[in-house]
């Protein structure tokens, strides 16, 4: 059940692309991917139990691989473990992978550039990587280091926080009363309406090769924010300039 993705061009190490005629990157609803069945791992945890559930993992993954078309990258906190998943996952046939913990991750700055640049210098350029519960403000320089999509369950993922997502902030209604009242189906309404303007914006962006000034300008939205960027450009600049264009 692979879907035919290919690479039109690059904005950065961001990829411009098109998935069964779909332009990319994209927003992923519930019903586009038939996800294969992962065992689920916390994401700080001794590696040797990672390791046993990057086993089931892989084990579920191989049983479901003519039904499903996306598989997970499990490893937890271990990026050896990470490309080592993402690599049988490949060999198995797969070619689109979500990538798991993603919460935890945008709470570890220097782990998330770690694991994201790792697994796209790794995997093969027909491979997409999808990130799970992104931050709307973080999209823009998740696409930068390479990820070509995000599942919109993170509008239901936040709004059961009670979290409304702006393109520039996250805000926790509990703290900030910027609605007198509003009901979880409601805030998740506005927080997939976010999730979708913001795809189009770094769609337009990329459009117009600046995304890197989308990126920086997000950057100043959150300390967790400034952070991965200022760890991708001095951990990675080679990776950043690899794609770069030449004027």
Partial sequence: ??????????????????LDGEKTPKLFYKDDLKIAPSQGSAYNIDKEIAKFNLKETLKLALENVNECDAAVIQGSKYIDLRIECLKQLEEM??????????????????????????????????????????????MPILTYMGIDGFLTDASNYYSHLNVLQTPTKAYDLNTYKIYDEITQEELEKKNLECLEFVILEIQTHMDNSSLRNLVEERSTTSPQNISTLKILDKKYMDFILEYNQLF
């Fill in 93 to 138: 046939g797969y070619n689109i992978f979500i990538i798991a913990n993603g919460d935890e991750l945008l709470t570890n700055p220097r782990e998330l550039v770690d694991i994201v640049v790792n697994l796209r210098k790794n995997a093969h350029p027909s491979s997409m990587l999808i990130f799970t519960f992104a931050e709307s403000s973080f």
């Fill in 1 to 18: 059940m692979i879907k035919k993705f290919e690479i039109k061009s690059h904005d950065g190490p961001g990829r411009i692309g098109k």
